[in-house]
């Protein structure tokens, strides 16, 4: 079974900068499918961004583009999620996510796509 370790989560103030990690604990696949998202107390689950099969192609939620930066590393078996310029409507639990299924383009950040998922981790941004 796929397990993911999300960590890097925590408080920071608007503008700042936190990077996410997460941790494939078992069972890394370079080819699977790999992505971040957020859910924010009484809202849906909502798509960050997510990298293809061998980390060389990103794709981003249309608002998300510009202030989050994902990318993966192989070797460390380990997807980040670089947040900078911060704000209050940022704060949310941020998952990670794993499925080895093709992603249409429409598809790539629903998260009913994805089979595998982390605990999440919390971050939160003051004004």
């Known amino acids: 079974v796929v397990q993911l370790e999300e960590s890097g989560g925590g408080s920071v103030e608007a503008g700042g900068s936190l990077r996410l990690s997460c941790l494939v604990t078992?069972?890394?696949?370079?080819?699977?499918?790999m992505a971040w998202f957020r859910q924010a107390p009484g809202k849906e689950r909502e798509g960050i961004a997510a990298?293809?099969?061998?980390?060389?192609?990103?794709y981003y939620a249309d608002d998300m583009e510009g202030r989050f930066t994902i990318s993966k590393d192989n070797a460390k078996e380990t997807l980040y999620l670089q947040m900078n310029n911060l704000k209050p409507d940022d704060t949310a639990v941020y998952y990670c996510?794993?499925?080895?299924?093709?992603?249409?383009?429409?598809?790539?950040?629903?998260?009913?796509?994805?089979?595998?998922w982390g605990q999440g981790t919390q971050v939160t941004v003051s004004s």
């Open positions: 996510a794993s499925d080895p299924n093709y992603k249409a383009p429409t598809l790539r950040l629903d998260s009913r796509q994805y089979k595998h």
């Open positions: 078992a069972y890394y696949n370079s080819n699977y499918w």
């Open positions: 990298v293809g099969p061998g980390g060389r192609d990103s």
